[in-house]
């Protein structure tokens, strides 16, 4: 029988990230994709806009996926609200497989006060819960309360981060510190890891949907492999998406990550 891969997640009507990017990789790595939608987001090429699914319509979702047999692994992203936070943590506290974090939660819309207390529902409840947590720059720094520029502070921030109950952090540099390298940093049984790679050079950026489909390559990894070797492939799969990436139209300043250009390149 086909193993299942469950995403509880935004819908991005771009499909640069949320449940379509999970959706598309989990797709690549040879699982069948559900889905529970925490929200809508519409992107144009100057703003964006969330809508919250309606708390009654993510718990039928949850109870339609979660009865299900098979799934392997459960990949967490966009959770506009405390209250829908508060909801996933009731289910996810009877789930007994991976649980992999994308802590969204960096919205040009949300006042301090609205951000203060979406973090503290994720430091407190979600992360205990966590098998990975894969947090970039701003959302470490939010997580722990430290500022980062350096890899040293990455280290710093991930220990802060491990301390909330998660097993294992993933923090994301991106593109964001000085130099020519991107890191990502695991933390992991105490032990860091770090990935190292040249960053990718480019006049339109091809990285939008990176983060959910780093995620979510973790999440198909992490079944049958050790966390630092989902890690690795994770990463090796996202840099293909975004050196083959989708350039969605001349108003927009980033493309999307493509999920198959890996598999297209290989064949």
């Not at 799934?71 to 959770?79: D, M, Q, R, S």
């Amino acid at each position: 029988m086909v193993k299942k891969l469950l995403t509880i997640a935004g819908s991005d009507s771009l499909s640069g990230g949320g449940i379509q990017a999970d959706l598309a990789t989990f797709n690549e790595f040879g699982y069948f994709g559900l889905s529970v939608i925490t929200g809508i987001v519409t992107v144009t090429n100057d703003n964006f806009k969330i809508y919250p699914t309606d708390l009654k319509i993510i718990q039928a979702q949850l109870d339609s996926t979660l009865a299900l047999d098979d799934i392997a692994a459960i990949k967490v992203g966009l959770l506009p609200t405390v209250d829908i936070i508060d909801l996933v943590v009731e289910y996810l506290k009877n789930v007994e497989v991976p649980v992999i974090v994308d802590p969204v939660m960096v919205f040009k819309e949300t006042d301090s006060t609205n951000t203060y207390f979406l973090v503290q529902a994720i430091k407190n409840q979600l992360l205990p819960l966590a098998t990975v947590v894969t947090p970039n720059l701003d959302e470490a720094q939010l997580l722990s309360g430290l500022t980062i520029k350096s890899l040293d502070d990455m280290k710093a921030a991930a220990k802060v981060i491990g301390s909330f109950g998660v097993k294992s952090v993933v923090v994301k540099s991106g593109a964001r510190l000085a130099g020519n390298q991107t890191f990502d940093l695991l933390f992991h049984n105490n032990h860091y890891t770090i990935f190292e790679q040249e960053k990718v050079m480019s006049n339109i950026p091809m990285n939008n949907g990176a983060g959910c489909t780093f995620s979510s390559s973790i999440a198909a990894n992490i079944v049958t492999s050790s966390v630092t070797d989902a890690v690795a492939d994770a990463k090796a799969f996202v840099l293909a998406g975004i050196e083959n990436g989708v350039i969605l139209n001349k108003n927009f300043e980033v493309g999307n990550v493509w999920q198959a250009a890996r598999r297209l390149r290989n064949n």
